[in-house]
C-alpha cells in the first residue's frame, strides 16, 4: 500500500493521466505524420509530439506497442504500395492513383482501427486494476471496523 499523503497520490494520478492522454494524442499525429512522409515514428519524435520525456514514453509499454504498430503498419504500407505499383499496368495511370489512394485509405482506416482496440484493451485493463484496488479498500474498512458494544 501507497503511504504517500491523499494529495499527493491523487497529484501523481492526475499527472499520469494527462501524460498518458498527451501520449495518445500524439500517437494519433505521429501516425498521420509519418504516413504523410513528414516525420519518422520513434520515441524521440513521439516525446516530442507528447510534450514529455523518452523516459515517459519508455515507461509506457502500451505505448511502445503502439508505436511498434506504427512503424509495421508504414512498414506494410510501403511494400504495399509497391507492389500494387508492380501489379497494375502501366497503360492506364488514372487507374493506378485510384488503387493507391484507396489502398493508402485502408491502411490508415485498418492502423486506426487496431490503435483504437489497443486503446480500448488498455482502458479496460485499467479499470479492472481500479475495481481491484476498490474492492481490495472496501474489504479492509469491513474489517478494521471496531464491533459495537
Do not use: H
Not at 509497391?82 to 482506416?109: D, F, H, M, V
Not at 483504437?116 to 488498455?122: D, V
Request: aromatic share 2%; proline share 3%; hydrophobic share 35%.
Amino acid at each position: 500500500m501507497d503511504s504517500r499523503p491523499e494529495q499527493l497520490q491523487a497529484y501523481v494520478q492526475r499527472t499520469k493521466d494527462s501524460n498518458d492522454e498527451a501520449i495518445e494524442n500524439a500517437l494519433m499525429m505521429l501516425q498521420k505524420k509519418s504516413l504523410a512522409g513528414e516525420i519518422k515514428p520513434n520515441k524521440e519524435n513521439l516525446a516530442a509530439l507528447a510534450g514529455v520525456s523518452v523516459g515517459t514514453i519508455s515507461n509506457r509499454q502500451w505505448a511502445l506497442l503502439r508505436l511498434k504498430v506504427i512503424k509495421s503498419s508504414l512498414k506494410d504500407a510501403r511494400k504495399a504500395s509497391k507492389k500494387t505499383l508492380r501489379e497494375i499496368p502501366e497503360e492506364n495511370p488514372s487507374q493506378q492513383a485510384r488503387y493507391r489512394e484507396r489502398i493508402k485509405g485502408l491502411l490508415e482506416q485498418n492502423a486506426l482501427l487496431y490503435d483504437e482496440l489497443l486503446a480500448a484493451k488498455e482502458e479496460l485493463r485499467r479499470a479492472q486494476v481500479e475495481n481491484t484496488a476498490l474492492a481490495r479498500r472496501l474489504s479492509i474498512k469491513k474489517t478494521n471496523k471496531q464491533p459495537e458494544e
